[in-house]
């Protein structure tokens, strides 16, 4: 699976768009991106996936590139609820594979 | 309302004990992880299994162990030679792609 890179941290204020980045530069033609939030002391939370097509739920907003290097993930309006770490994971959809986690971006909304 | 269940939700266990913790779901998925949690980290895959009977060792199986006996249970065993084993435990299971995790068991080595 592709390997992922999201900045460490970021602060959004309360009611604003969060936009969170994600780089996937070596992301393959068949694999997926997809967005999984964990708040504190809890299992982690699906959000959203896609694989080049923009994709939008009643949580997120999913924007992926052109060329599927990148995407950002968009909280329309955050709330102090939202304060979490996002997980940003490419994976293709296949029988045997497994979500890979890295780090992560740690978003904190203020009121 | 469908979903995985993981109990107990704090454990304590002394050294050199095995301890079992429970995962359900009636989510009628085929696929059921296990992932460890270190503070301020991220999650890593101890096992995992796509179908009744059968599982695989992720990236860090050692000093555990699992099985698969029914479709709704993936129960993970904690053992001695686990050199390191107080973290948080998730559990997980999929379908199409799509994780739903439970709420985890804080394990502590006391």
């Known amino acids: 699976d592709a390997k992922t890179t999201q900045p460490t941290s970021m602060d959004c204020a309360e009611g604003r768009a969060a936009n969170l980045p994600c780089n996937h530069s070596?992301?393959?033609?068949?694999?997926?991106v997809y967005w999984y939030r964990q708040i504190h002391s809890q299992g982690p939370q699906y959000i959203i996936h896609g694989l080049k097509n923009n994709e939008t739920n009643e949580m997120a907003s999913l924007i992926i590139t052109e060329d599927r290097k990148s995407s950002t993930l968009i909280l329309p309006h955050a709330t102090l609820r939202d304060t979490a770490v996002y997980y940003c994971i490419v994976r293709a959809l296949a029988y045997g594979n497994k979500l890979v986690f890295g780090a992560g971006t740690i978003l904190r909304v203020k009121s | 309302d469908g979903g995985i269940t993981q109990s107990p939700k704090y454990l304590f266990r002394k050294e050199g004990q095995n301890v079992t913790l429970s995962c359900e779901q009636n989510?009628?998925?085929?696929?059921m992880y296990w992932y460890r949690q270190d503070p301020g980290q991220g999650l890593r895959l101890i096992y995992y299994s796509q179908i009744v009977n059968d599982f695989q060792k992720g990236d860090i199986a050692e000093g555990y162990s699992v099985s698969r006996e029914k479709k709704e249970s993936f129960p993970l065993t904690v053992t001695s030679a686990q050199k390191n084993p107080t973290a948080f435990y998730l559990c997980?299971?999929?379908?199409?792609?799509?994780?739903?995790f439970g709420s985890g068991t804080r394990l502590t080595v006391v």
């Open positions: 989510l009628n998925h085929d696929a």
């Open positions: 070596t992301i393959s033609g068949n694999e997926y």
């Open positions: 997980a299971s999929s379908i199409g792609g799509v994780y739903t």
